[in-house]
């Protein structure tokens, strides 16, 4: 993936994470002016209990909650990035947001999540999710959008660890705009 492409979808993130936020596609599309909930996941984020490997993917959907939620108003330093996300997961969320800093951006709406575990072994979940980010999209402060560029599907490929019983998100890469 290009490094473009990779900065794009960061800068989605909050406006975040492709790293972090990547931009979906240049983040925009349909003035959606959809506004997550505070403290809300995005779709689908509630685990069956007795679905193996639960933990961990409700600790890769809580990333993403918590994604979206500092995303609305970029903070990188926002406390509630770290309660799912640590290592280069966290880094690349905290370089997005600092992007959508610099950029006078914020992002709306939620992404929509279908995670897949990958495999699974010793404390360490590999997923493999399609992130539909066609709602989650990238505003000005005067509230316009930022572009014209619709928001996308995009490959997202993360690795949970578990840690002193703690599951969290310790590497997440975003591929570009429509590759799933």
Sequence with gaps: ????????????????????????????????????????????AARTPSAPNGDAVAAYRAMWSD?????????????????????????????????AVKEGVVTKGTPQLAPTVVSARDGKVVIRDCVDGTHWLEYKLNGKLKNDVPGSHFKADATVQRTKGIWKVTHLYMDDSGTC
């Design 1 to 44: 993936m290009a490094i473009h492409g990779r900065v794009r979808w960061q800068l989605r993130w909050g406006c975040m994470v492709a790293a972090v936020l990547g931009l979906v596609g240049g983040c925009t599309g349909s003035p959606h002016d959809a506004k997550p909930s505070e403290g809300a996941a995005p779709t689908g």
């Design 67 to 99: 994604l979206t939620a500092v995303s609305a108003a970029p903070d990188p330093q926002a406390p509630r990035l770290e309660e799912h996300a640590t290592a280069g997961a966290l880094e690349l969320m905290k370089y997005g947001l600092r992007k």
